[in-house]
């Protein structure tokens, strides 16, 4: 993440933390080296954080108090990167997947609940920071060299490395969720962390982030543990970072493309939320193979006209139903009035 640090600094954060916390400036006649830009007492002399994008800090660089490598400064910083651009990420292509992929006829299932869109951006927005400031540490260690990112293609361990580290990334991050995931359906953590993210039993991508903030913090730490464990490129890492925001969306946008027995996509997720305790996994069915837990969506799912039948919904309804109430209870959710639904029609 210390490209992404590197240039939020070069375009906003050398400019906001100058204006917050300035330097004190430099006394004019002082001509050591360190101070050779004339701005202020700032020791900080700049390294990219990259061979592969180099950019001239400007005078701002130098006019705060908290130096780009000030811990704290960071911190900050990350936590705001995480927060704003996440949710930028987050609303802005989850909005282009309701506009251009989600079927709006999902409005007509019983189980599609009222103001739910408003409700899963509501939550995703209150989780975001909270989410936010639990990763930010990561990553702070990340940016200080705690971990084993390396930048040229040539630092790789091994020249093989560079491309088997994405393929070992994917499977071992699914490896991870698979399980934390799991753990989160444990009767005494579901209600208490998972359940918010069950609300949505008719999910659409906007539901992608609308987590309690522990239950999506604890989902995403396999993703930042990974450089502490394994060598990953930088900017393939922030590319992974990226794909794993787009995947969460698009599990949730209930567009079946294919029946894949390996891929855990869009028609796996979509009966996690309707039958609670199956898939698991994050990209792939092999955990859930593995651990009892997969059920392979029907063939009827992939044809349009059938799933979005009130016939299959009616099937599918009932299955719901006993299963909710043997996870959950009584159902506390507060469905669209059949009127309202009619309305959008």
């Given at each position: ?94 909005s282009l997947s309701y506009l251009f992929i989600f079927d709006k006829k999902t409005f007509e299932h019983p189980k599609f609940l009222k103001n739910q869109i408003w ?27 705690y971990g084993f990112l390396y930048d040229t293609l040539e630092e790789a361990p091994w020249p093989w490395w560079n491309w088997f580290q994405i393929p070992l990334f ?176």
């Amino acid at each position: 993440m210390d490209v992404v640090l590197e240039v939020s600094d070069q375009f906003l954060f050398d400019y906001m933390y100058q204006w917050v916390l300035p330097a004190r400036p430099a006394p004019s006649g002082l001509t050591d080296q360190a101070f050779a830009n004339g701005t202020s007492m700032s020791t900080w002399q700049y390294k990219p954080a990259t061979e592969y994008l180099q950019m001239t800090p400007s005078p701002a660089a130098y006019g705060s108090l908290w130096a780009r490598d000030n811990m704290y400064r960071q911190g900050v910083s990350l936590f705001l990167i995480l927060w704003i651009f996440g949710f930028i990420v987050y609303f802005v292509f989850a909005s282009l997947s309701y506009l251009f992929i989600f079927d709006k006829k999902t409005f007509e299932h019983p189980k599609f609940l009222k103001n739910q869109i408003w409700l899963e951006i509501k939550q995703a927005n209150e989780a975001m920071p909270i989410m936010a400031l639990c990763t930010a540490p990561l990553l702070v260690a990340e940016v200080r060299g705690y971990g084993f990112l390396y930048d040229t293609l040539e630092e790789a361990p091994w020249p093989w490395w560079n491309w088997f580290q994405i393929p070992l990334f994917l499977f071992f991050t699914d490896f991870g969720i698979y399980w934390i995931h799991r753990g989160l359906h444990h009767p005494w953590v579901y209600k208490r962390l998972h359940k918010p993210h069950h609300k949505w039993i008719m999910p659409t991508p906007f539901a992608s982030h609308a987590f309690h903030p522990l239950d999506g913090y604890a989902q995403s730490l396999p993703y930042h543990i990974f450089p502490f464990i394994f060598p990953l490129q930088k900017l393939a890492y922030v590319g992974l970072f990226v794909f794993i925001n787009f995947w969460t969306i698009m599990i949730h946008d209930g567009e079946y493309i294919a029946n894949n027995p390996i891929i855990n996509g869009a028609a796996c997720h979509s009966i996690h939320h309707l039958a609670f305790n199956y898939n698991y996994g994050q990209y792939f069915t092999l955990w859930d193979r593995i651990g009892g837990s997969y059920r392979a969506p029907e063939q009827e799912m992939f044809h349009k006209e059938v799933k979005m039948s009130e016939e299959h919904w009616k099937k599918e309804v009932k299955v719901m139903e006993k299963i909710q109430l043997e996870v959950e209870g009584e159902d506390d959710r507060e469905y669209e009035p059949e009127i309202e639904t009619k309305k959008r029609q």
